[in-house]
């Protein structure tokens, strides 16, 4: 199994440089196709993105219910809870502080000649967020529909019915018993068909990444140095302290960790969609160790609560626009977009381009002309690719740190 892990691995290292190779010659050499070659070959990654979103439903409701059932005691489920949560609240802080202290020390926007002069790249997002208040919040977070949450793909909602149907199921007791066997065996079916899946990944990544090389070309590495550089620089910071926390709870374990999920951490800055690898990060978490029971309890609540790349770039995105514009931002106004934000950005855990549609919302919020989210339209792929990686990690180690904690616990 370890071989095969080392092969996708490689396959998909592959498709990336060929991706970049074939996107490089199609901007330059042939500039009148760039934009049809780009739309077809992105297709690639958008089956393989389509096909991994048609198991997460199934895979998230199955074995968070028998994660639950199997635990029985419901202190336990209150306790991981408490314990995945108080994790998630304190990394989302710690994720938005450091992206609004950094775009502050760089003040990447400030001094600027760039001007706005088309924006209807940005009138998608906006129209997203006409409707962004506290009762579009409550309705996307609980379902009025199970089926209508399957379809649809919101986890946050998914997540909510199955704790609710897994602690029904614990309390029947013998009687609830086939009903369990029968979503364990489900869902592991849904993981057998991961492994087919996962085998088409290189390809969605080829895909995904010739068709954004063909769009922009090699240019587009180099367009908005400042930013870019700031943001990365935000990214290492993060990881370093992700990574230091890690090894702090898990020892020299997080280096296994960190070899088990390479192909995740990979496919999601490739795809930049860490929805894309949560079956595989299903997959490779119990093979890490980790007790069944207690991934597919928390990881799925990570994916709605745990976005610590996501988080880093709200506050930084927000500030960097308010500073293009020339706005002031104080101190405390700042402290109250973090807050802001803190809250908002559960309400559109799962929707494409979240964190854009986030920024925008705050920024209306705050004053800030949201029309000047077009000035990072452009460039925003690349740094979804190091957030969607970065969410990635942080959700991996935040399983891990659970799962060690319960089974001291235990023990």
Partial sequence: MKNNNN????????????????????????????????????????????????????????????????????????????????????????????????????????GTNIKMEDTSSASELL???????????????????????????????????????????????????PVIKLFDRISHVVLKMVTYIMWLAPLGVFGAVAAAVANYGFEIFSLYANYLLAFAIGIVILWILLLFVGYLILGNRLWTLLRRIKSPLLIAFSTTSSEAVFPKMVEELERFGCQPRIVSFTLPLGYSFNLDGSMMYMTFASIFIAQVYGID?????????????????????????????????????????????????????????????TNVLGNALATSAVDKWETQKQN
């Fill in 7 to 110: 092969k996708l691995f490689i396959a998909i290292i592959v498709a990336l440089l060929l991706g970049v190779i074939l996107g490089g010659v199609i901007h330059y050499q042939f500039p009148d196709v760039k934009e049809a070659f780009a739309k077809n070959i992105k297709l690639l990654g958008t089956i393989f993105i389509r096909m991994v979103q048609m198991i997460i439903a199934p895979l998230v409701f199955t074995t968070l219910v028998v994660g639950i059932a199997k635990m029985g005691d419901m202190k336990m489920v209150g306790r991981v809870g408490a314990k995945a949560m108080a994790w998630f609240i304190t990394a989302s802080l710690i994720s938005l502080l450091l992206g609004m202290v950094l775009v502050n020390t760089l003040a990447p926007g400030k």
């Fill in 127 to 177: 129209e997203k967020t006409q409707s962004f208040s506290l009762e579009e919040f409550v309705k996307h977070v609980v379902p009025k529909s199970i089926f209508e949450a399957f379809a649809t793909n919101e986890i946050l909602q998914i997540v909510i019915f199955s704790i609710l149907f897994g602690i029904a199921l614990s309390t029947l007791g013998k009687e609830g018993k």
């Fill in 329 to 389: 931002m104080p101190l405390d106004k700042q402290l109250t977009m973090l807050l802001v934000l803190m809250l908002t950005s559960k309400g559109v855990a799962g929707v494409p381009r979240a964190s854009l549609i986030v920024v925008v919302a705050t920024c209306a919020m705050f004053g800030i002309p949201p029309e000047g989210i077009a000035l990072i339209l452009p460039i925003d792929h690349f740094c979804d690719m190091a957030r969607s990686m």
